[in-house]
């Protein structure tokens, strides 16, 4: 089976609310191929939050299903074999981690899980070296910075040994620093461990450095691609209050000024890219 | 259009206790009057010390603040009256709202004040208009609104108090691109219009770049530059120590010029590199 998570025909929303607001998940039906690296990206309040929160099971859909590995999320002794499934990772590092000592953090959930004594320090020893952070561990999480806060937390989640991590705005709270070293860390996760990586995020840059990019608006899917397709589609997505990366912005505005032909059907991601297709003009 | 000026100042979390740490050493700078300038440096280089030391909510351990001419700490009793001169809004502001309605909230501090009558609801609708908080909205719950909106009424809480300074904490924080550029070019207008000093911020370096006129960088817990954007910008190696990156528009350029191309890298918003590169198309043709 290629497919990790599945929405089908997803309704979702939330209690006491008005009774005229819109669903919060209208209708959407989205397929996540296994080993994939998917960004979200949505305004404030677009449902994509609450889409996350519906492939961990966090949230139950009012109408249609969603499969995790083909397990229902509805079915309540599925649960816990979805959430070892399916990790995630959330905005606020603090709010995350719960003991005094990195190893510790680390441990928590394997040991809720009930996994023997010997397997968890396997796990927690290999958790911290894929995060890079094996030699803080008997820190105390206090003493880190935000994006090494942040690093322990993912690996308290790769300690549950999951197939897929959903990160849900968790580069939003960290400095330049903190964010790369994050983007660093889920491009590992994907490429060397193969995780299914799910990336929810405000910020275009690093949802440039996915396979696919998924626009949600209203509750709906606007657009579903390769980064350089959504990308193409810039005035849909300053009308739904997004934006493009600043190099991928600069090369569709040279492009379409008329002076740059060469750029013609040309997109940029990145600012190695750009300055590789604007190198080759200007020289 | 009022300076802030630092003299000297230090700051210790837990003096002398085993648990001292150093938040702030030795820094000197002076925050010129009626601009933007925006603070940045790596979590943990001592921003948010900085920042509450501005308006007395931390008192140096050593050194000195002064308000225009004035020692802020030269009588510790009237502090509360520099706390309504330089107006700070914190981190995710929308947590502390808890008025029935926005009106309320809005209306909280200058009432403290002891603001009241047309002076009061003035100050109140003209903090809504700057925020871009509709009428409508003023007798709703802020519980009702959505985050954006709820961060909104919180800052138009501060502004209605009228500050000569206003200090704002990663004001926009957690919003989509659009939601960004709302309120920081409201506080851009806000600023210019009523000629106000404004102390910003912010990890995103691409809205530094667009909003401030002058930026301080910390980098643990020492001043390390100061200067207009320029200025300071085109330090790219000391930035890039500091825990920084530079505007992704500005690496393309470096990333050209490194290749070997003769181009500008002072260039730091889309528009610049825009205009640029057009221009010299043009004048090459």
């Known amino acids: ?110 040991e ?32 880190l910075s935000g994006g090494q806060k942040q690093r322990v937390a993912i690996a308290g989640i790769l300690a549950m040994g999951p197939e897929c991590i959903i990160f849900d705005e968790s580069t939003a709270m960290l400095d330049p620093r903190g964010r790369e070293e994050i983007m660093e860390t889920i491009r590992h996760l994907n490429r060397v461990e193969q995780k299914t990586i799910v990336l929810i995020t405000h910020y275009m840059e690093e949802a440039a450095l996915a396979d696919r990019v998924v626009v949600i608006h209203d509750g709906t899917i606007r657009l579903d691609g390769k980064p350089e397709e959504v990308f193409r589609h810039q005035n849909e997505l300053y009308s739904i209050g997004l934006s493009l990366p600043q190099a991928t912005d600069l090369i569709a505005r040279l492009e379409e000024s008329g002076l740059y032909p060469e750029l013609q059907g040309k997109t940029a991601l990145t600012e190695e890219e750009a300055a590789v297709l604007l190198e080759s003009i200007l020289k | 259009m009022i300076s802030i000026t630092l003299e000297h100042v230090s700051y210790a979390y837990s003096p002398n206790t085993p648990l001292e740490k150093e938040a702030l050493r030795d820094v000197s700078v002076t925050i010129t009057g009626g601009k933007i300038t925006g603070l940045i440096g790596h979590t943990g280089s001592g921003k948010s010390t900085f920042a509450q030391m501005l308006n007395g909510l931390l008192r140096p351990t050593s050194g000195k603040i002064f308000l225009g001419n004035q020692d802020i700490w030269a009588e510790p009793k009237k502090i509360s009256q520099i706390r309504y001169r330089v107006g700070m809004v914190f981190q995710y502001p929308e947590h502390q709202l808890f008025e029935e309605t926005v009106y309320k ?48 009424v919180a800052i138009a809480g501060v502004l209605a108090m009228d500050p000569e300074v206003l200090v704002l904490d990663e004001p926009a924080a957690g919003l989509d691109p659009r939601g960004r550029d709302e309120i920081l070019g409201n506080i851009r207008t806000y600023q210019q219009t009523k000629s106000k000093t404004v102390i910003l911020i912010s990890h995103s370096m691409e809205d530094m770049a667009r909003y401030s006129d002058e930026l301080i960088v910390l980098k643990d817990s020492t001043l390390l530059l100061k200067g207009s954007l320029k200025e300071v910008f085109q330090q790219a190696d000391i930035i890039k120590d500091a825990g920084l990156r530079l505007p992704q528009v500005t690496r393309v350029m470096l990333a050209l010029k490194k290749k070997g191309l003769d181009v500008d890298t002072s260039v730091y918003t889309v528009e610049d590199a825009f205009k640029r590169l057009t221009d010299r198309r043009r004048s090459s043709c």
């Open chain 1, 112 to 143: 809720n899980l009930g996994v023997p004594t010997n397997e968890i320090r396997l796990r927690v020893d290999k958790a911290l070296d894929v995060v890079g952070m094996r030699e803080y561990a008997h820190h105390a999480p206090h003493q």
């Open chain 2, 105 to 152: 909230d809005i209306a909280y501090g200058p009432i403290n004040m002891g603001k009241q009558g047309k002076e009061l609801d003035f100050l109140i609708r003209s903090a809504a208009e700057f925020v871009g908080l509709s009428e409508e909205l003023l007798d709703k719950s802020p519980f009702e609104l959505s985050g954006g909106q709820q961060r909104r």
């Open chain 1, 1 to 110: 089976m290629n497919v990790i998570l599945e929405a089908q025909n997803v309704v979702f929303a939330y209690e006491n609310e008005d009774v005229e607001a819109r669903n919060a998940v209208e209708n959407v039906s989205l397929s996540i191929e296994r080993g994939s690296f998917v960004a979200i990206l949505g305004q404030n309040g677009s449902g994509k939050s609450t889409l996350a929160k519906l492939f961990n099971g966090i949230l139950l859909p009012l109408e249609g299903k969603i499969l995790v590995d083909g397990m229902d999320t509805t079915h309540e002794d599925q649960l816990i074999n979805i959430r070892k499934r399916v990790g995630m990772v959330f905005q606020n590092p603090d709010n995350q981690l719960v003991a005094t000592v990195v190893e510790e953090d680390v441990a928590f959930a394997p």
